[in-house]
Each structure stands twice: as C-alpha cells, then as structure tokens.
C-alpha cells in the first residue's frame, strides 16, 4: 500500500531549473524523513539531500546552495527545487522514505541536463 511517486522530471538547459515532486501514499507522511536519491548512468545512487519531520535539511556537497528540498504535510509531498542544473546532475532522482526495517522507493525519473 506503500507508493511514492516521482514527477517533474525532464530536460534542461545547463543553468536551467526543475522542481521533482514525490506523492507519497499509505504512510503516516508527517513523521518520517525523507530523502531524495540520485543515480547517474555508470555510478552508484547517491543521496543528494533530506528532511527530517522536523523540516531540519541536509545536502550533498555537490548540490548545496543549488538544490532545495521541501515538505508539504498537508499534501503529502516531499519536493527538490533544483537551480543551476549542470550536466553532472543529470541522472535518475528517486524518492526514498525508511520505515522501521522496510526501505521504500519511487519509481524515478530522469532529468537530462544538455551540455
């Protein structure tokens, strides 16, 4: 019953933005952090960044000060506002929640950045 659901991915520009949004059904949203994953082709999936049920954040390096991450309990939602898009960003994102020993993932979605 548990189901996240990507959306908002595409292609940019460099220097272009997208905003990714994850819908999140089946679990009581509120009290759990959640994070966003990132798999470019070739390498290994990497945690860009996370919230906390508090709304307390935290980023990979490589995105800090470009890419935002957001909650909106009300709607169920966990967004990545991504700024300043640059070719290595491209890859993959998925949405990524752990409750108790279960581990659950959005099916992705891409974002292209053109070089």
């Known amino acids: 019953q548990v189901q996240l659901v990507e959306s908002g991915g595409g292609s940019v520009q460099p220097g272009g933005s997208l905003r990714l949004s994850c819908a999140t059904s089946?679990?009581?949203?509120?009290?759990?952090?959640m994070d966003w994953y990132r798999q470019a082709a070739g390498k290994q999936r990497e945690l860009v960044a996370a919230i906390t049920s508090s709304g307390s954040t935290n980023y990979a390096d490589s995105v800090k000060g470009r890419f935002t991450i957001s909650r909106d309990n009300a709607k169920n939602t966990v967004y990545l506002q991504m700024n300043s898009l640059e070719p290595e960003d491209m890859a993959v994102y998925y949405c990524?929640?752990?409750?108790?020993?279960?581990?659950?993932w959005g099916q992705g979605t891409q974002v292209t950045v053109s070089s």
């Open positions: 089946g679990i009581n949203f509120r009290i759990y952090a």
């Open positions: 990524h929640v752990k409750i108790n020993y279960f581990v659950y």
